[in-house]
């Protein structure tokens, strides 16, 4: 069974940091592209980041405009676990933070119905 569990999420003051990990299990990971997206109240599900799986003939990370600069995706495939480094964070990245898995495509999309496997997600609050 396909599964992937986000933790890290939080409330956090304007202009802080903080670190969101989803472990994967149940599948060959590293073969997988990984995604970060987010949920605001109210508002439909966007693209954060993504990075690409070992399959891919380069190694490549996709960036948001919003998030370019101050977020940072990688990956452990020894762990099977994909990180999203959150730094200088705004009130307007508060949404719930979802970590996305797709195992068919060679490159790294942004959209979200490319992605099949999905986690349960975290709250990430940021106060003014």
């Known amino acids: 069974q396909v599964q992937l569990v986000e933790s890290g999420g939080g409330l956090v003051q304007a202009g802080g940091s903080l670190r969101l990990d989803c472990a994967a299990s149940g599948l060959t990971f590293s073969w997988y592209n990984m995604a970060w997206f987010r949920q605001a109240p109210g508002r439909e599900r966007e693209f954060v980041a993504a990075t690409s799986s070992a399959r891919a003939s380069y190694a490549r990370t996709s960036y948001a405009d919003s998030v370019k600069d101050r977020f940072t995706i990688s990956r452990d495939n020894a762990k099977s676990t994909v990180y999203l480094q959150m730094n200088n964070l705004k009130p307007e990245d508060t949404a719930i933070y979802y970590c996305?898995?797709?195992?068919?495509?060679?490159?790294?999309?942004?959209?979200?119905?490319?992605?099949?496997?999905w986690g349960q997600g975290t709250q990430v609050t940021v106060s003014s």
């Open positions: 996305a898995a797709d195992g068919r495509r060679g490159v790294v999309s942004s959209v979200a119905s490319e992605y099949e496997t």
